[in-house]
Nanobody, 125 residues
Framework: QEHLVESGGGSVQAGGSLTLSCTASGRMFSSYAMGWFRQAPGLEREFVAASSWSGATSKYADSVKGRFTIFRKGPENTVFLQMNNLKPEDTAVYYC??????????????????WGQGTQVTVSS
């Protein structure tokens, strides 16, 4: 059975760093595009970052560009989100998402069907 499991969330002060990880199992997720989304209280879920199936290409929401880095590490069924210079507005539940490789181009507006359970990130000022 396919599933995604996130870890690495926590509480940090503004300016701090966290690294989230998402491990996929049950399918050939190494050939899937992977992404991160987040949802803050009272707001809709929003796109954060995505990686192509090979890890050669990535894209980011404007709000995190230059601060967050998505990368895949062998085996490529694990994807990470390195978050630096965190701000209070980054506080949210972060979710891992997976979709077919050819869905990478639209992942930010049409996430895949596979979601993790979410991990809480809290940034205090």
């Amino acid at each position: 059975q396919e599933h995604l499991v996130e870890s690495g969330g926590g509480s940090v002060q503004a300016g701090g760093s966290l690294t989230l990880s998402c491990t996929a199992s049950g399918r050939m997720f190494s050939s899937y595009a992977m992404g991160w989304f987040r949802q803050a209280p009272g707001l809709e879920r929003e796109f954060v970052a995505a990686s192509s199936w090979s890890g050669a290409t990535s894209k980011y929401a404007d709000s995190v560009k230059g601060r967050f880095t998505i990368f895949r590490k062998g085996p490529e069924n694990t994807v990470f989100l390195q978050m630096n210079n965190l701000k209070p507005e980054d506080t949210a539940v972060y979710y891992c998402n997976a979709d077919r490789a050819d869905a990478y181009g639209t992942l930010e507006i049409r996430p895949g069907d596979y979601w993790g359970q979410g991990t809480q990130v809290t940034v205090s000022s």
